[in-house]
């Protein structure tokens, strides 16, 4: 019973210790979408596709969408982190 035990624990352990680098990857995608947002993102975006280039800036409704994805998932992997902490 004790192998069993810390067996789980170690494995808790590994789980929750991947919870600091996914939530880093996932504030990085929160910046990107802050630094991404430009008011005349719809102009711009028109330039870039005349140029065949594809259209990088996010406009308030798009910034605003993807901030929510980023930011609820940072919070599961909190959640997570949380639960799997109370565990070990």
Same mark, same amino acid.
Not at 2 to 15: E, V
Not at 22 to 39: E, H, L, N, Q, R
């Given at each position: 019973?004790?192998? #069993? *035990?810390? /067996? !789980? @624990? /170690?494995?808790l352990s590994?789980? *929750?210790?991947? +919870?600091?680098? !996914?939530? @880093?990857?996932? $504030?990085? #995608?929160?910046? /990107?979408?802050?630094?991404? /947002?430009?008011? #005349?993102?719809?102009? %711009?975006? =028109?330039e870039l %596709? +005349?140029? *065949?280039?594809?259209?990088? &800036? &996010? *406009?308030?409704? =798009?910034? %605003?969408? =993807?901030?929510?994805?980023?930011? !609820? +998932?940072?919070?599961?992997?909190?959640? $997570?982190? @949380?639960?799997? %902490?109370?565990?070990?």
């Amino acid at each position: 019973m004790p192998r #069993k *035990n810390i /067996f !789980i @624990g /170690f494995f808790l352990s590994l789980l *929750n210790g991947c +919870a600091g680098p !996914i939530s @880093g990857w996932i $504030i990085i #995608k929160c910046m /990107f979408a802050m630094v991404m /947002f430009d008011p #005349k993102a719809d102009t %711009k975006n =028109e330039e870039l %596709k +005349a140029m *065949n280039i594809d259209p990088i &800036y &996010y *406009n308030a409704d =798009e910034m %605003k969408v =993807e901030l929510r994805i980023w930011l !609820i +998932a940072m919070s599961l992997v909190a959640f $997570i982190s @949380g639960i799997l %902490k109370f565990f070990t």
